[in-house]
């Protein structure tokens, strides 16, 4: 089955990151992207993960995982090699309605991290349901490069327009033709 598409308010959302090596990196700076309250559970972490958990100021604790630390988080990453510690924080994760993401481990995962491009406001993700992460990956690099710089000065000139203009159907297909005339004259 496929995974349903949706972009979450990560604002007074708390995340805890079980792990601190490769894909715990990889998983953090996808997050850093998107919020800075995470807390970083993990015995060992790698030279970059220690770098950014400075660079960001985020909770770090050298220990291993242990039950109900998830209680005060609404999302928990879970990357580790140890598949029954995943099976464990994802059934506990249940009890405290906590999102969980084990990497690499569909059967003990709420959601799955999507490929995506981030450019100021715009964000595309990307997904395979897991069918290929090697074609997402690809797609978004292809997608990047479509994507022109100036981008973020037309979302925010489109912004103001949403603030000032009323709203009503004059608005709607006003903001549609801008949309697409500059889509159009973007490939020029």
């Known amino acids: 089955m496929s995974y349903f598409p949706a972009f979450l308010k990560l604002d007074n959302k708390k995340i805890l990151i079980v792990g601190g090596g490769y894909i715990a990196h990889e998983k953090l700076?996808?997050?850093?992207?998107?919020?800075?309250?995470?807390?970083?559970?993990?015995?060992?972490?790698?030279?970059?993960?220690?770098?950014?958990?400075?660079?960001?100021?985020?909770?770090?604790?050298?220990?291993?995982?242990?039950?109900?630390?998830?209680?005060?988080?609404?999302?928990?990453?879970?990357?580790?090699?140890?598949?029954?510690?995943?099976?464990?924080?994802?059934?506990?994760?249940?009890?405290?309605?906590?999102?969980?993401?084990?990497?690499?481990?569909?059967?003990y995962c709420d959601f799955i991290f999507p490929s995506y491009v981030k450019k100021d406001d715009l964000t595309i993700a990307i997904s395979t349901s897991g069918a290929s992460p090697a074609m997402a990956k690809h797609l978004r690099i292809y997608l990047q490069n479509l994507i022109p710089d100036g981008i973020n000065d037309f979302l925010k000139e489109m912004k103001n327009l949403r603030k000032t203009i009323p709203k009503g159907k004059d608005r709607m297909k006003m903001l549609d033709e801008k949309a697409k005339n500059y889509i159009k004259n973007w490939s020029k």
Do not use: W
């Open 29 to 107: 700076e996808h997050l850093l992207d998107f919020t800075k309250d995470i807390t970083v559970v993990a015995l060992e972490l790698s030279d970059k993960m220690l770098n950014d958990i400075s660079e960001n100021s985020l909770v770090y604790e050298q220990r291993e995982y242990k039950v109900g630390d998830i209680k005060d988080f609404a999302i928990v990453i879970v990357a580790v090699d140890d598949i029954p510690l995943q099976a464990e924080i994802f059934q506990e994760s249940k009890k405290y309605n906590c999102l969980c993401n084990s990497v690499d481990s569909v059967d």
